[in-house]
Each structure stands twice: as C-alpha cells, then as structure tokens.
C-alpha cells in the first residue's frame, strides 16, 4: 500500500475511535472488517499507532496544536508505530520540519497532566490511594501488555506446551504467580497452532487466572461464574473441576456467551452450562438459591485496571459512571451471595483499581452479611492453590495486583465463606 494511503486510513481510524461512543477495540475490529485489503503489517501498524494515541492523547494533543492540518493526522504523525521511512515518503516538506521540531521537545518539562495523561478525576484518586507508586503505575499503564496464555490442564501439562510453542519457534516463560500460565512477547498467530486448535491453551491474563485458582472449584461440586463474559475464567474453572460436578456460565448477553461457545468445544468440557439471564434478580438464578458449592463474581467494572490493553477507558469513564457501577456492583453480589450453600465459597472480583469499586464493595458487604458470610484472607488461600510469593499478591486481606508491581493487569479480589 502507498505510504499516502495508508497514511490517510489511519487519521481516518483515529477520526472514528476518538469519538468515544464505542469502545476502540470494536471500532479497530470494525474498520479492519471494511478494509480487507490490509495486510498484516499494515493491520499492526494502524492498531498499534491509534492505541499509542490513546494511550498519550493529552500529550499528543498538546504537541499537535502547533502544527497545521487535520488534527487526526498530526495524532497519527506523532503516534506512528510503523516504519519510519514509509512514513516519511508520505508527509510533506512542512510535515517533516513539523515532527522534527516537535521531537526535540523535551517532555519531563511539561506539566504532569501532559506526562500521566489521565483525566484529573482518575490521576488524583489514583495519587491518593497509592501514593509514591503513582508514577510507576502510569509508566506501566503506558506500556503494552504481555501475552499471558493458560493451559487448559485438563488437556495438557504446561512443560509439554511450552516444548510444543518452542518447536514452533514461539518463546513461552512460566508466568511467576500462576501455576497454569505462559508468558510470550509480540502476538504470533496463536490460533494457527496445534496447540490452540487442540484446546491446550488460551489467551488470559495472569491475574485473571489467579481468579479461578482462589475460586478454587472442586470435582462433583456445583460452580456459578455469575458474570462470565466470553468465559475465559469459566473454562479454568471446568478445567480445575476436571470436568465434573455442574458450572454454571451465567451473563446478560446472549453474545458474550455464543463467543463462549467454540471455546468450549476446544477445551474440552462437558460440564459447562451456560445462561443468559435477564438480570441479577433472573428466576433461574433464584431456583439455585442455597444449592451452590463456589460462586466467582467478576463483577462489570470501569476496567481501569486494564489500561494497558483497552487505553480508551481511561477517557470513557467517569465519576458519575463510576457511581452508576457502584450500585450495580453491589446488587450483584448480594443476588449471588444468595446461591451459596453453608460452607460455600463467594469471591468479588474487578479489573479495576479504584478503592470504591473495590475495598468499599467488600467492606459494605461484610458490613451488611456479618451474621451470613465470614470474610477469608487470601493469602493463604492462594498458598493453598499453589500460587507462588502469594504474600506479594495481598494487601489486607484482598488480592491486589497492579501492572507495575506483578506485571498482570489491575485486579482486586475479596473471599468469604457462607456461615
């Protein structure tokens, strides 16, 4: 493709993601569906040059008042992660003198909005709840994440997968907390290996693993994922059931789940059922009252703990949406409380890192059930699972990970045991 051309698709791509309507990685799925000619180089280059965008917008933003022109295209000039000749071939002599001088801006003069690039609101909640760490998180959040996978161990052992990606010259690392995950850099095509066809493997997050190893689902035992999505933790948790007892996929879309559905059929697992619901008060949830082993409430959230990944949230969200979760959340969890038997096992989970979505949830709920539900530390509950340096995962008695400290997005996780 002419440099001018593909130059053009992206201020054309960034023009549609910047309006903040849809979230971006729709809109990049949506755009490449439109434009099957693109190749694979060309698909990474726009990915990647509008979520650096979106990731430095309100820097970028800054650097491009000074220059003339559609403003998309200047973003996209200083955002550009392709090749830097071909991008060259495409800007004009003004264009070029422009970029130059902008480069030579030395950016630790700016002002802090221009090097953390997050809305106020967010930067300074997030500088009251962590302090000193407030700038190493904003440097990881501006990084690229990893990809982590998780054997599917009731296929496979993680040795063999990892001998298996490096016959197919794919360097896989264990990831340090997960006993079931791989770590690898870039993004090979995943879905074109053995490994993947067969349901040895999938694409989730560390932190999200250590989510079903603190669920901690047993064979024979009756499981709800309550909030299950495309069921990436529903299928570590059939996986840890060794396929027996009864799971439970339960989500209010009907398109989240069919996303479940060949996932499934590559794991493996016959003992998944899922369940499109109406809402937390839905009668098929309330026909399973007091009937529950372990219920997993990944609840919706801002998702401000996966930045790294979806940068665009950071300017969707706001306090009043925050707010508006927050009542969500905690209807949520207490519907599902409902489902546990004596005994059973709740955990409440986020990807965010906001203290209300979390800590605040945790604590009214407590609060609110402390004759039914007696709150667990996590920490020796993840010993128990085989999670290694658990203590390094907590803080209090909540599962607390960040990008910067454990390299995993942002995730929060409260446990309690039914009276």
Same mark, same amino acid.
């Given at each position: ?123 300074? #909640?997030? $500088? /009251?709840?962590?302090? =000193?760490?407030?700038?190493? &998180?904003?440097?990881?959040?501006? *990084?690229?994440? %990893? ?5 599917? #161990?009731? $296929? /496979?052992?993680?040795? =063999?997968?990892?001998?298996? &990606?490096?016959?197919?010259?794919? *360097?896989?690392? %264990? ?17 074109? &290996? ?226």
């Amino acid at each position: 493709m002419h440099p001018n051309a593909l130059l053009e698709l992206s201020t054309d791509l960034l023009n549609k993601v910047l309006q903040f309507d849809t979230p971006a990685d729709r809109v990049v799925s949506d755009f490449f569906r439109t434009h099957r000619e693109l190749g694979q180089r060309e698909r990474h280059t726009l990915a990647e040059t509008t979520y650096t965008v979106l990731r430095q917008r309100l820097l970028f933003q800054h650097l491009a008042q000074s220059g003339k022109g559609e403003m998309e295209r200047r973003l996209a000039l200083l955002g550009w992660q392709g090749n830097e000749g071909f991008l060259r071939a495409a800007l004009t002599e003004p264009e070029q003198h422009w970029l130059a001088q902008v480069q030579t801006v030395d950016r630790a003069t700016l002002p802090e909005k221009l090097r953390h690039n997050l809305p106020e609101w967010l930067a300074e #909640t997030l $500088k /009251a709840s962590i302090g =000193d760490d407030f700038w190493p &998180l904003v440097n990881s959040l501006n *990084e690229s994440a %990893p990809l982590d996978l998780r054997v599917n #161990t009731f $296929k /496979a052992k993680r040795d =063999d997968v990892q001998r298996a &990606l490096a016959d197919g010259r794919i *360097e896989a690392v %264990p990831t340090p907390y997960s006993p079931w995950g791989l770590r690898i850099q870039g993004k090979p095509a995943l879905n074109k &290996l053995d490994v993947f066809s067969k349901g040895e493997i999938e694409v989730q997050d560390e932190g999200s693993q250590l989510l079903a190893l603190l669920t901690d689902a047993k064979r024979s035992e009756m499981v709800v994922d309550f909030c299950a999505g495309a069921g990436g933790k529903t299928l570590a948790l059939g996986a840890a059931m060794r396929n027996t007892g009864r799971l439970y996929a339960f989500d209010t879309s009907g398109h989240r789940l069919a996303a479940l559905k060949p996932r499934l059929a590559r794991s493996g697992l016959s003992n998944v059922y899922p369940v499109q619901i109406a809402h937390e008060r839905d009668d098929r949830i309330k026909r399973l009252a007091g009937k529950i082993d372990r219920v997993l409430v990944d609840a919706p959230c801002s998702g401000l703990g996966t930045l790294r990944r979806n940068p665009d949230l950071k300017w969707r969200q706001s306090p009043q949406s925050i707010e508006e979760l927050r009542v969500k959340q905690a209807a949520i969890l207490g519907s599902a409380a409902r489902l546990l038997k004596p005994g059973g096992r709740l955990v409440y989970a986020t990807c965010s890192l906001l203290e209300t979505e979390n800590e605040a949830i945790a604590a009214a709920f407590s609060e609110a059930h402390s004759l039914e539900f007696t709150p667990l530390p996590v920490a020796p509950l993840l010993e128990k699972a085989h999670v290694a340096q658990a203590e390094s995962l907590v803080r209090g008695d909540f599962l607390r990970l960040w990008p910067h400290r454990h390299g995993t997005d942002g995730f929060f996780a409260a446990v309690w045991e039914r009276q």
